[in-house]
């Protein structure tokens, strides 16, 4: 297998934490754990509207955008006593995925799948792939399921196109309720005391400068993501981040896994040192 060769690697991801950091070292690595969000469900009557319109017949259309956000959606669903009939009403609806994940959730409950946005997957591709659709969304109700933060642009779209848009958040991201391994990791980072970060989504990014900001070590960490810490980046989202601080990753896998974000970047050092 490649070889890290012992080098220190910050991973700022929470939920597959331990997956990641197994990964870094069976590749002879060194991960830093340190968590940059936490995952926060919301109340279930948050999505109390929504259900009763799906148990009434009136939605058309359901948008699942995370694979996280169909399982917990569901799970609300259960939690006021409507999980059978809303699984119901989904299979008689247009269900739309964003990606492979909301897909497995919910093939694994019986519930067909009209359209998947191709890869890379990002709000930008599954709105190319409804533009190519021929639904008329006039005058009816779409189930649209964020994460994270509001998605504007499928909001407008689907308001433009007439829609009556439903908008559910069934989880937020924070920040981790114990913020001293992020700004141990900040501190890290600008000493250069790490040879690289592994970002795997767009709120890693956010609150990794947020915090830096906090500490008033923005423009430092600016300065050493760009010329003395190698940045790993999974996905055009997460890169998009990063960009927009002025960051271009080092490191972005074809493929948008763990074990592919990984193999990427140990390539990157062998390469390197083979040029060496």
């Known amino acids: ?47 109390r509207p929504a259900v009763e319109a799906l148990l009434r017949g009136e939605v058309f259309a359901a948008l699942f955008l995370t694979g996280v956000g169909a399982r917990t959606f569901i799970e609300m669903a259960e939690a006021l006593g409507s999980g ?12 739309i995925c964003r990606g492979p994940k909301p897909v ?28 190519g659709q021929s639904w008329d969304f006039r005058g009816r109700a ?5 994460y994270g933060e509001r998605k504007e642009q499928l909001v407008a779209w689907l308001e433009a196109k007439g829609a009556r848009v439903l908008e559910i958040s069934p989880y937020r991201w924070s920040l981790p309720e114990d913020l001293e391994p992020l700004r141990r990791a900040v501190r890290i980072l600008v000493d250069a005391r790490a040879d690289a970060v592994c970002f795997t989504s767009r709120p890693q990014v956010v609150h990794l400068f947020q915090v830096a900001g906090e500490l008033n070590l923005l423009d430092p960490l600016r300065e050493a993501l760009r010329e003395r810490v190698v940045v790993a980046a999974l996905g055009p989202v997460c890169t998009g981040a990063l960009e927009e601080h002025g960051i271009r990753p080092h490191v972005v896998p074809e493929h948008g896994k763990l074990g592919d974000l990984v193999r990427a970047l140990t390539q990157f050092f062998l390469q390197g040192a083979k040029g060496g």
């Open 1 to 47: 297998m490649a070889d890290l060769g012992g080098r220190r690697i910050v991973i700022l991801e929470a939920r597959m934490a331990q997956e990641l950091a197994t990964l870094i070292l069976r590749h002879g690595g060194d991960p830093i754990l340190a968590p940059a969000l936490r995952e926060v469900p919301g109340e279930p009557t948050s999505i």
């Open 84 to 95: 059978e009939e809303v699984l119901a009403a989904l299979r008689r609806a247009k269900v």
């Open 104 to 131: 497995a959730v919910l093939r694994s409950r019986g519930i067909p799948i009209a359209l998947v946005a191709p890869a890379p997957h990002t709000v930008d591709a599954l709105l190319r792939a409804l533009e």
């Open 142 to 146: 779409v189930l649209l399921q964020h």
